[in-house]
């Protein structure tokens, strides 16, 4: 049984795609650059198949075949500057090989009605065919389908034409048909042995643009993952705020930082009073509501350098740098108020919603966070002990 064709295998005999959808894509990734060197190899044909006007006058000289094969010449060289224009404009092989296989013709129609025009100069004219035939095959860019039966058309035009007006042998017809045979094999097996290689290339860069794709995006999935991973790790999941393992690392780093540049530094212990009886009250959701809240409030009153985090169930850890007592008292106020002016939900009126504050003020290089927080956690426990609602400072 025949398998099928892979999208990347290219035909034996055609040097195309076996799959259509894949030449046509090829096709379309060197329009722009087969427009222009198909337009560019017109040109210089159509120049050089005019210029052969010169040698047809020193073989004829001014009689009426030379200015039959002037003319003829003339409209050649004009259907193929006219051609080359169209192409130029218009010429994507993919929807119309036939527009990239007429000039070839009337090229080749050209070089066949030289013969009976010149019917003494075969041998310059075999030669010319010769080259003709090659310059189809590999200097203007084309399909091999269509490169194979223009060339073919001028092969068997010229053979037919020179027998008929050349008066040739048997023997030298022969001769010359061997000739093009011969230059029509190796045309067609280059341009073959060129179009399989431009396409498989063309796979290779194609699947290497793929896998570069695959690679991206299993890169920004992976990136994407990491920041779940690393928020995960860091974040409270109910208030978004830093969780105490990574508040305790940014507040350490700060606390360093101030102590070296001999800037005072305050922590905050803040607890919601009374919050058990918030949650008997309302339920465990409006507990939760209530802690978000406060979250929020605390995290608008920071400015840009300061760190907060929750320490633990309705208990929240503000640190600020370069603060001092009397600041940082001012701070605990305002935010204490802050709270108190929280709008609540629907049901929730008769809450008095309030929180305690114990501060903490690092006064020299040798305090730590850790004494630091347990000092702050002592003026809590002062200010709920004296009747919550508070902001209390620990003394030295
Ligand atoms: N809704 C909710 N409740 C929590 C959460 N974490 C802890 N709690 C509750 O918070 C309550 C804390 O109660 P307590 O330690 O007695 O403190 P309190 O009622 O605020 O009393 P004071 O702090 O002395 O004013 C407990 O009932 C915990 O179950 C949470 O994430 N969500």
């Known amino acids: 049984m025949a398998s099928r064709p892979t999208p990347d295998q290219v ?42 006007s010169i040698s047809d006058y020193s073989l004829l000289g001014l009689t009426k075949e030379y200015y039959l094969l002037v003319a003829m010449r003339c409209v050649v060289v004009v259907l193929c500057l006219s051609l080359a224009l169209i192409i130029y404009r218009w010429g994507g092989y993919a929807d119309s090989a036939w527009l990239h296989a007429l000039p070839l013709w009337v090229l080749a129609t050209g070089i066949i009605l030289i013969v009976p025009l010149r019917p003494d100069s075969l041998s310059t004219q075999t030669t010319a065919v010769v080259v003709a035939t090659m310059a189809f095959y590999l200097l203007i860019p084309n399909l091999l389908k269509v490169v194979t039966l223009a060339s073919l058309y001028l092969s068997a035009g010229f053979i037919v034409s020179a027998v008929l007006f050349a008066d040739i042998t048997p023997m030298t017809t022969l001769r010359i048909a061997l000739l093009l045979i011969m230059a029509n094999a190796v045309g067609f097996f280059a341009l073959l042995r060129l179009e399989s290689l431009q396409r498989k290339q063309f796979s290779l860069l194609h699947e290497e643009r793929h896998q570069n794709c695959k690679l991206l995006k299993e890169i920004a999935h992976r990136k994407s993952l990491e920041t779940q991973l690393r928020t995960l790790a860091e974040r409270d999941a109910l208030t978004g705020l830093n969780n105490r393992g990574h508040f305790i690392k940014l507040a350490t780093a700060l606390l360093h930082r101030s102590q070296h540049e001999n800037m005072p530094f305050s922590l905050f212990m803040i607890d919601v009073d009374h919050f058990k009886k918030i949650n008997d009250t309302w339920g465990h959701s409006h507990g939760d509501w209530v802690l978000t809240k406060i979250a929020e409030v605390c995290s608008q009153s920071l400015r840009p350098m300061d760190v907060i985090g929750r320490f633990g169930g309705e208990e929240f850890v503000m640190a600020l740098p370069n603060t001092g007592p009397e600041d940082a008292q001012m701070v605990a106020e305002q935010l204490k108020k802050q709270v108190a002016e929280l709008p609540l939900k629907e049901g929730m009126s008769e809450l008095c919603l309030s929180i305690t504050i114990g501060i903490a003020v690092a006064h020299n290089e040798k305090t730590t966070l850790e004494s630091l927080i347990k000092q702050a956690d002592q003026m809590l426990y002062v200010g709920k002990r004296d009747g919550r609602n508070k902001v209390v400072m620990f003394q030295i």
Request: include cysteine; charged fraction near 15%; hydrophobic fraction near 45%.
């Open 11 to 52: 035909h034996w005999l055609t040097g195309q795609f076996c799959e259509d959808s894949k030449e046509v894509t090829y096709q379309r990734s060197i329009t722009s650059r087969v427009q222009f060197e198909a337009c560019l190899s017109l040109i210089v044909a159509a120049c050089i198949f005019g210029m052969f």
